[in-house]
């Protein structure tokens, strides 16, 4: 039995956060994993058009990094302005960029409309998580199962994104993967702009002052860090460019010791420090998606360069990610309640580790489609159930003043991440992704798959200390 107002409810009837406003939520947050999944089978086609394959990684790179930076910042904002104000006004941007990258008429063009396209969908999580956490405490609600609508359908638009970006590539050219965000964020907007979140406001008094809380310093740092390391990974397949690697160090170390020292920090490492449960579930985080955005990126586009598919083949080929993956959150969903957060992060991570054995042992030039299918459909089951696991643990152990700034945190993870992916896809693959490159990809996933699953089951930080503060928060 659970008390609300003054009466003892029994568990099964306590009161969540309604589809109302989770669903409205919703709308905006799946720009992001939208556009992260539909570009991978658009990259050719952009290449094509440009005829630059190694610039068109930038693109990606570029909406990336700004999406890693914007996160927490949008988090921070969304305090002092308001959630959605900071959420609507995502949307703007991201219409904004949109538009430009639809009508530019060359690489550095497009790299700056997905900068604009990054900023824009940062937003929206982490504010999303301050809305409903914010309504939860309002009204004395749960919000366990509005994180898992946000969760199952940011994984299911993630998973769809390839088949929906490889229908509209292949029928309208590579330019509709970005004018679909139009109808999206004008849905959003009403949605959201209509939907009662508990408390839209926020607590600043001006612009200026709250300008004055940004980390401009640490922003830079740490844009000067992960552009020049990812400059010295990206190149170590050809010629490595040894002289930025003691800028990335020397800008690491600066960005550590300013981020320590400073009152507003860009990214709070005393919080880390303190918070062990916190820093574990990033530190997954971020191994957990750089394996995910390599499958992501790499299969579709080995698809349509050795298996000879078009557009459209290569994102269908690529559906049973997506089933698999829906059904995989939901259930991942359900196990985190029974069992906790360790057994969810394990079968994920087992799952993880046969399919990128599999992507490495199975002969795909020469396997039927229907072989390529059922590796596919593995690969769905590790999306669910690592995402549900630490999504729900940064809530857990997070504050209802913490959780936006926190999972703008775990954006960041996930958008370095991304990155990384790249990094590993030119690293093991190069340019145009062979049998040869995708073997390296898939004992990499299967290497990396074994020290997570080695690191869950020893983790202090896991435990029922952690897990517990999720059925506590919000109520």
């Known amino acids: 039995m659970t008390a609300i107002n003054g009466r003892n409810v029994p568990v099964s009837e306590e009161l969540q956060v309604p589809f109302r406003v989770s669903g409205a939520l919703a709308t905006g947050s799946v720009l992001q994993p939208l556009n992260s999944s539909m570009i991978a089978v658009a990259i050719v086609g952009i290449a094509a058009q440009f005829g630059s394959t190694s610039g068109i990684s930038w693109v990606i790179s570029a909406m990336y990094i700004t999406t890693a930076v914007g996160a927490p910042t949008a988090g921070r904002f969304g305090a002092l302005f308001g959630a959605r104000r900071v959420f609507v006004g995502g949307l703007v941007l991201v219409a904004v960029g949109s538009v430009a990258g639809m009508l530019a008429p060359g690489v550095g063009w497009l790299i700056g409309a997905y900068v604009v396209l990054g900023i824009g969908i940062s937003t929206h999580m982490p504010n999303a998580m301050t809305m409903i956490r914010s309504y939860a405490e309002r009204y004395e609600r749960q919000p366990r199962t509005a994180l898992t609508t946000l969760v199952v359908c940011g994984q299911s638009v993630a998973a769809l994104g390839p088949t929906i970006g490889g229908v509209l590539v292949g029928t309208f050219g590579w330019q509709s993967i970005l004018w679909v965000n139009l109808p999206v964020v004008l849905l959003s ?58 800028v990335a160090i020397v800008g690491l170390g600066l960005f550590v010791g300013w981020e320590w020292r400073t009152a507003e920090p860009f990214l709070d490492i005393h919080a880390l420090v303190r918070n062990r449960a916190l820093s574990g579930t990033l530190g997954r985080a971020l191994i957990t998606f750089t394996c995910f955005y390599c499958v992501f990126f790499g299969i579709p586009q080995w698809l349509q360069y050795v298996r000879g598919m078009s557009a459209i083949e290569a994102g269908l080929t ?158």
């Open 318 to 475: 690529m559906l049973p990610v997506a089933g698999v993956s829906v059904i995989s959150t939901i259930v991942g969903s359900r196990l985190y309640r029974k069992a906790g957060a360790r057994w969810t992060l394990l079968v994920g991570t087992l799952a993880l580790l046969i399919g990128g054995v599999l992507i490495a042992s199975v002969e795909r030039s020469t396997a039927p489609i229907l072989v390529l299918l059922l590796v596919g459909a593995v690969l769905g089951i590790p999306n669910g159930f690592n995402n549900i696991g630490n999504q729900s643990l940064v809530n857990a152990v997070t504050s209802v003043e913490e959780v936006g700034t926190a999972i703008g945190m775990y954006r960041t993870m996930t958008f370095i991440g991304a990155n990384l992916s790249v990094v590993v896809l030119q690293v093991t693959a190069g340019d145009e992704i062979d049998d040869g490159g995708l073997h390296r990809m898939g004992w990499f996933i299967a290497a990396t798959a074994v020290l997570l699953f080695v690191g869950i089951v020893f983790s202090r930080s896991i435990g029922p200390n952690a897990e517990a503060r999720i059925d506590n928060a919000g109520s």
């Open 189 to 246: 907007a009403v949605a959201v702009m209509r939907a009662d979140v508990g408390f839209a406001g926020g607590r600043a008094t001006s612009v200026r002052a709250a300008l004055h809380t940004l980390d401009g310093l640490g922003i830079l740092l740490f844009l000067v860090t992960i552009t020049s390391m990812m400059m010295v990974l990206v190149s170590l397949r050809d010629a490595p460019s040894w002289g930025l690697l003691p």
